[in-house]
């Protein structure tokens, strides 16, 4: 079915969807509408999408993810050829209907789903398909004392595209953000997707970011970028670890002020340790509006990010009635 097919319909071999069962779930208050599509069978247009996220007329979320089997989706059978043990893919998209390479937050959750669903245990590695490649979790001890189990994902390279230039100046964009009276300096970081990540001064500084609009961001990324805005909070020792911790805020691109972003959450430690030179912590505590997630910046250039991930709900839509 082409992209032009009318919204919620379904192939002429498939049941109808005008009912479509659906998931709610969050990763540290990253909100997603998780759909089974396992067998392929809804054509999950931006339309769709977007009336779905909707927090008034639809279901509401950050983004919407479909699970879908790798072998029906041509990026899919592309990861699936490399490593056979990925079998279930991330459909992933934003809130207004766009397309997105991943999302850590949301890879997280869609692992919990996957349990619900029966298909992977808990136990050893969940290799789960993304366009921005194999992404593989595990069940770990919750980093913040919770009793609750934390899911970890490796979230493969984290890069600074300005490369040495970028890394000696500190910066390689300008980005003005409403509530600051200058532009300020940011740095470039891809995990997958892009990210500029903006050092402020102080928690106050912060707490007065106006992130309801998308902030400037020069040079222009052609496909847009997620900006961060990070206050260093220094380092403590834990189990033995130096660990540092930083608070962040996040301005999502096709979304807008989400209360956390996985990736998000990579970029800012990659930057702040950038900014702070070899000697600074590999492990970080981000502290987001929903939460805390842990970020470990491997030698290889590699990331893990883990946090919590929580099913709040299950409910059946009414396609027609949707807002």
Known sequence: MSATSPVGTARPAAPSTARLEVVKGHGTHNDFVLIDDRQGRLDLDGALVARLADRRGGVGGDGVIRLVACALLPEGRDLQAGDPAVRWFMDYRNADGSTAQMCGNGVRVLAAFCERLGLWDGQGELALGTRAGVRRVRRVPAADGSSDPWYSVGMGAVTLPGGAAAVAEGSDVQVRVGGLDVPRPGLSVDVGNPHAVVAVSDEETLARVLLVDAPEVRPTPVDGVNVELVVPLGEEL????????????????????????????????????????????????????????RVRLAADGTAELAGPAVLVAQAVVDLDALG
């Open 238 to 293: 834990v189990a033995g670890e130096v660990v540092g911790r930083v608070r962040m805020r996040v301005h999502e691109r096709g979304v807008g002020e989400t209360a956390s972003c996985g990736t998000g959450a990579c970029a800012v430690a990659a930057a702040v340790r950038s900014w702070a030179g070899p000697q600074a912590p590999r492990t970080w505590l981000v502290q987001v509006p929903g939460g805390t997630v």
